[in-house]
């Protein structure tokens, strides 16, 4: 190897260094200073501290000797911001087991996030504890003054999620579904979409956003561009790295990790991902169908 190939190896290995130091963020090892219970299976963790996302984002949350995972951030006021989450496996095992006071680790805020435009009427289409980052794209969205249907969806009355959060929002009008007629209108929250869309005038005016189970929202895709309505889908891939460099959220057959290039994609580029609704990888790299 020649002295200039040595030269351009070191440089690449150096820059290559620099860059990974730059963007590997160290954990902020931050309190709970409050906890919510949102239904038997769904708590809010709240934490006093100037996180400066945006709805959309999400979080890395890392306990120590245990593991480290995304969560979508569902409220933050500039000063604190809360976590929705759902329990299920080992590690929210043991966060719903924390107190207040308690600290875990915080990474980010990571990733894209809906668009916040002025002018526009915005349906958003929440499934399950999906509702996490609608709230707070609701909530960021009154402040433009725009008109705001949120259309709730869940298996039953009990696992609605922020209602009340939802009702006190100017302008915003909740619309409820459940599978099982319990509230609301019985079917799925989707019914909703098309009904609306099927109505609606201006429909150039119109922002669809959607967070919740990945059928649900290949639903709202297809009805979006069933009446040609632009929306913004947020996507939930298995996430290790929140950075992409490990590749473990990358999507078919574009390549791209949906932890910089999502969770949050528009309906243009939603439409290329063809796994989307068919089929997603669990931690091995394994494809799941759905």
């Not at 009904?195 to 956003?209: F, N, P, S």
Request: hydrophobic fraction near 35%; glycine fraction near 8%.
């Amino acid at each position: 190897m020649s002295v200039g190939a040595t030269s351009r190896s070191t440089r690449s290995e150096i820059d290559i260094y620099t860059y990974s130091k730059k963007i590997m963020d160290i954990p902020q090892h931050i309190k709970i200073s409050q906890i919510v219970d949102e239904t038997n299976q769904v708590k809010t963790f709240y934490f006093d501290y100037a996180l400066g996302s945006k709805p959309g984002q999400f979080v890395m949350l890392w306990i120590p000797g245990v593991d480290q995972k995304p969560f979508s951030i569902a409220y933050d006021d500039g000063q604190k911001f809360g976590l929705t989450v759902f329990n299920r496996g080992p590690l929210t095992n043991k966060l719903f087991q924390m107190k207040v006071n308690d600290c875990v680790g915080i990474i980010g805020p990571y990733g894209t996030n809906f668009s916040l435009r002025p002018n526009t009427r915005y349906i958003m289409v929440a499934g399950g504890y999906g509702a996490a980052p609608l709230g707070f794209l609701a909530e960021e969205i009154a402040k433009l003054n725009n008109q705001i249907d949120f259309l709730a969806g869940a298996r039953s009355a009990s696992d609605l999620l922020f209602e009340k959060r939802i009702s006190a929002i100017n302008n915003a009008k909740l619309h409820i579904a459940t599978n099982d007629g319990s509230q609301g209108h019985c079917g799925f929250v989707t019914d909703l979409l098309a009904e609306m869309l099927a109505r609606a005038k201006d429909k150039e005016k119109i922002l669809v956003a959607t967070c919740g189970p990945e059928l649900m929202e290949k639903k709202v895709l297809d009805i979006c561009n069933q009446y040609d309505v632009n929306c913004e889908v947020s996507i939930e891939r298995y996430m290790k790295c929140g950075i992409g460099v490990c590749g473990q959220c990358a999507v078919d057959p574009l390549g791209i990790c949906m932890c910089t290039h999502g969770p949050v994609v528009s309906r243009e580029l939603a439409n290329q991902i063809t796994e989307f609704g068919k089929y997603h990888r669990d931690k091995s790299g394994k494809i799941v169908y759905f």
